[in-house]
Nanobody
Framework: QVQLVESGGGSVQAGGSLKLSCTYS????????MGWFRQAPGKEREGVAY????????NYANSVKGRFTISRDSAKNTVYLQMNSLKPDDTAMYYC?????????????????????WGQGTQVTVS
């Protein structure tokens, strides 16, 4: 059973920084793309960034490009999202996601990938 747990959220003033962490377990698939999504109240969940199985390939939403950095430490089963120069529009619940698992449950397709495993989210508030 795949489990993902996010941490590192909180409240920060505009221009500040936060680093989110996501630890995953029970993932037995060879391909393991990890992504970060966010969802603000009344809005649809949107992709923020993802990193490939190897950690070499990354992709970012235009709204966060140049400010956010995704990385992973596969030995620790952990993916990170470093968020700098935060803006009020970045306020949202941030979810960690893993590729696969789209045969049932909530699934999002983004940038040619499918994400079907999700954490419970961590709140980021920028004021």
């Amino acid at each position: 059973q795949v489990q993902l747990v996010e941490s590192g959220g909180g409240s920060v003033q505009a221009g500040g920084s936060l680093k989110l962490s996501c630890t995953y377990s029970g993932y037995t698939f060879r391909d393991n793309y990890m992504g970060w999504f966010r969802q603000a109240p009344g809005k649809e969940r949107e992709g923020v960034a993802y990193v490939s199985t190897s950690g070499i390939t990354t992709n970012y939403a235009n709204s966060v490009k140049g400010r956010f950095t995704i990385s992973r430490d596969s030995a620790k089963n952990t993916v990170y999202l470093q968020m700098n120069s935060l803006k009020p529009d970045d306020t949202a619940m941030y979810y960690c996601a893993a590729s696969g698992g789209c045969s049932g449950g909530y699934c999002r397709f983004w940038a040619g990938l499918s994400f079907g495993y999700w954490g419970q989210g961590t709140q980021v508030t920028v004021s």
